[in-house]
């Protein structure tokens, strides 16, 4: 079973950047890609980016122009690269295994345990 977790949570003052980690367990098959996820104080979890095998790009609209997604496919880890932050950028971040592309939340097949980021005033 492939086991994914998230790495580089902390707290950042507003404007400043962080950078985070997931790192899949084991290779998983060709359908499958790796995306990142925001589940706010009060609010439902939400996308924020994916990134397919092929490359495609896609972030919500509250995040693009600030964060970037990154891979490293031999080492099966996943970056998101924040910039810029937002006190509304606090949450818990999570990384999700799903079919290609991993934009939407039942198309995860497994979860990591999320890391938390909170941004100050």
């Known amino acids: 079973q492939v086991q994914v977790k998230e790495s580089g949570g902390g707290s950042v003052q507003s404007g400043g950047s962080l950078r985070l980690s997931c790192a899949a367990s084991r290779a998983f098959g060709h359908d499958y890609c790796l995306g990142w996820f925001r589940q706010a104080p009060g609010k439902e979890r939400e996308g924020l980016a994916s990134l397919e095998d092929d490359g495609t790009e896609t972030y919500a609209a509250s995040v693009r122009g600030r964060f970037t997604i990154s891979r490293d496919k031999p080492k099966k880890t996943l970056y998101l690269e924040m910039n810029d932050v937002k006190p509304e950028d606090t949450g818990m971040y999570y990384c999700?295994?799903?079919?290609?592309?991993?934009?939407?939340?039942?198309?995860?097949?497994?979860w990591g345990q999320g890391t938390q980021v909170t941004v100050s005033s």
């Open positions: 999700g295994l799903g079919i290609c592309p991993p934009t939407t939340i039942p198309s995860i097949v497994k």
